[in-house]
């Protein structure tokens, strides 16, 4: 079984970019599809960007569309969310989630089986 953990969060001018890391543990990721995702107080988690277990598709939601990029270290385990050109609407609380799937992957929460604490995203100036 697969554990995670999202770090990397943090206060960020509007404009600005960050990168968030999710470590994982117990289990290689291959197999793996791993999606981020983000709650903002007050409002649904949404999906922000997912890679497929076979890195074969990737998915972003339009509200990031053209400013996210997400990609798998499997030497150290790990998957970045790097975002770019940041805006106060990116604040939120991001987590990380893995599920064993084959095919591409969803920005859905629900199919997840395996989640990360968060980390917390402010835009703010």
């Known amino acids: 079984e697969v554990q995670l953990q999202a770090s990397g969060g943090g206060l960020v001018q509007p404009g600005g970019s960050l990168r968030l890391a999710c470590a994982a543990s117990g ?5 793996y599809a791993i999606g981020w995702f983000r709650q903002a107080p007050g409002k649904a988690r949404e999906g922000v960007s ?10 972003h939601a339009d509200s990031v569309q ?6 798998i270290d499997k030497g150290r385990n790990m998957v970045f969310l790097e975002i770019r050109d940041l805006k106060p609407e990116d604040t939120a609380v991001y987590s990380c989630a893995a599920q064993l ?3 591409p992957c969803t920005l859905a ?4 089986d395996y989640w990360g604490q968060g980390t917390l995203v402010t835009v703010s100036a």
Do not use: N, Q
């Not at 289990?27 to 197999?31: D, Q, T």
């Not at 997912?50 to 998915?59: D, M």
């Not at 929460?109 to 997840?112: E, M, N």
């Open 27 to 31: 289990s290689p990721l291959e197999g």
């Open 50 to 59: 997912c890679i497929s277990s076979r890195r074969e598709y990737t998915y």
């Open 66 to 71: 053209g400013r996210a990029t997400i990609s």
């Open 101 to 103: 799937r084959v095919g």
């Open 109 to 112: 929460p629900r199919p997840y």
